[in-house]
């Protein structure tokens, strides 16, 4: 799958390119197509977390997006943990709730130290956590839950990252 999605990629990136004249030479759009193959694939693969749909209650809570799947029962184990950490903790700022033992989690912490609690709390191997665009991602437990934890603005935080490896929220580099 990866080879044809490089391929229309960089389909899509000359056709891009001629619309907008953009001065962009066959091997710089090839190379852009093999650079953001995997994010490209990734975004293919993976359900969007809130994605729009019938069966979906959703609500704002204090500038928070809450999504709730209709069919949930509001007592699961879930939904207790994404109300208790949507309003004790202030760097939350979505919950998805698919199902009874899936919480989603979209957080954006203040600090690197944060971000080591969120993984912390969430059972997260910072060798798991993926970086996305703006945001990481990574899956853990909490509570017999699983969550998907992202970290909004988090990429920015990981500027430094001997610091981050060293306060243990990037997993140590290979040799």
Known sequence: MSRDVQHRLHTALTAAADALDLPLGSLHLERLAVEL???????LTEPEPYAAADDVEESQVDGC???????????????????????SQHDVIA??????DTLGLTVRPQSLDCWRWWMGR?????????????????????????????GE?????????GAARLIGVLAPSRP
């Not at 059972?123 to 703006?134: L, R, S």
């Not at 603005?153 to 990252?161: A, N, T, W």
Request: proline share 5%.
């Open 37 to 43: 193959t995997p994010a490209v694939t990734a975004l």
């Open 65 to 87: 997006c809450v999504r709730t799947q209709l069919d949930v029962d509001l007592d699961s184990a879930a939904a207790r943990l994404g109300l208790m950490l949507r309003t």
């Open 95 to 100: 919950t998805e709730i698919p199902d009874g």
């Open 122 to 150: 969430m059972g997260v191997d910072p060798a798991a956590v993926v970086t996305d665009g703006e945001a990481v991602t990574a899956t853990g437990s909490c509570e017999g839950v699983t969550v998907h934890l992202r």
């Open 153 to 161: 603005g988090v990429p920015e935080l990981l500027v430094d990252r």
